[in-house]
């Protein structure tokens, strides 16, 4: 999954954990890992939800200020079905260098 550069840094602080996506199909897969430009994050479930159920709290949660704001970013190519993905972030591992 790939996230705007404005939510980056919520996404690798642990402050982000959902992602509303609107998509023709499910584009991950729960307990898969995904690369970040630095972790990885790995999905916890995906559910398809409706427009309703995209409320203010729930964009907030996603990083954006309110519903208009996810819904400018969320579209991804033809996609008409909205799915919530939870997920949770997981730093790159430190390399043990020799001496």
Known sequence: MVFTKRLREGVRRGDITCSV????????????????EEGEIEVDSIEPIGLPDITPELARASGFLGVLDLLKVAKHGRGEKIYLVR?????????????
Request: hydrophobic fraction near 25%.
């Open 21 to 36: 996506r609107i998509w023709q199909s499910p584009r991950v897969k729960v307990g898969y890992r995904y690369r970040m």
């Open 87 to 99: 997920f949770h972030y997981i730093p790159p591992r430190r390399t043990k260098t020799k001496p």
